[in-house]
């Protein structure tokens, strides 16, 4: 960890007067330790260091499109006003028996199979898997793409979102790990 003073300098051009602030930073960086020898070596609290901070506009500019786009949506008013009797937040009157995975819980295969009932219905409907941590949220959306993307045809897709990019790339994750799953139960049956 490095911890000391720094002086931060804050100009848009070069002909400005630049705006100047001294501030206490603590910097903790994650390297070997031969990179950690030669950073000692050319960095210390006495010395000037440039610091970029790196970050991507895209994350902000889609929630901007999003936003300005909602209102093209048809069901944007049940999103922003729902109702109880609004058919899009209503469970499909269907039933599907087909989903046993005895490494889930009830709710868990309940919410599968509301999921995959909600997919065949003709009304379009919202699912949302929410919850606190550790309890497979992830596993649990794993296995609804894996039963929807059996039965996806031409016109329909499947969105997926997450809060965060790790977030989705650990749902994608657990995606790929359902589908490697699948292959070798696959495997397995066709070598027996």
């Given at each position: ?11 848009k051009k ?114 949302l898997i ?48 359902y589908f ?13």
């Amino acid at each position: 960890m490095i911890d000391g003073t720094w002086t931060i300098v804050q100009s848009k051009k070069k002909e400005d007067k630049p705006t100047v602030r001294e501030t206490r930073l603590q910097i903790e960086i994650y390297i070997s330790g031969e990179c950690y020898n030669v950073f000692l070596k050319d960095h210390n609290v006495n010395k000037f260091m440039n610091i970029k901070r790196l970050t991507s506009l895209t994350p902000i500019k889609r929630h901007i499109t999003a936003i300005t786009n909602l209102s093209e949506w048809l069901q944007y008013k049940s999103l922003l006003a729902p109702t109880l009797n609004d058919p899009y937040y209503q469970v499909a009157e269907q039933s599907d028996g087909t989903i046993e995975d005895h490494s889930f819980s009830h709710e868990q295969t309940k919410a599968i199979k509301i999921a995959v009932n909600m997919f065949d219905d003709i009304q379009e409907r919202f699912f949302l898997i929410d919850g606190p941590t550790s309890i497979s949220k992830s596993k649990t959306v794993a296995h609804v793409v894996g039963h929807l993307l059996k039965k996806l045809d031409g016109d329909k897709e499947i969105l997926i979102c997450a809060p965060s990019n790790t977030a989705h790339y650990e749902l994608m994750k657990k995606i790929l790990d359902y589908f490697n799953q699948i292959n070798q139960t696959i495997q397995g049956k066709i070598q027996k």
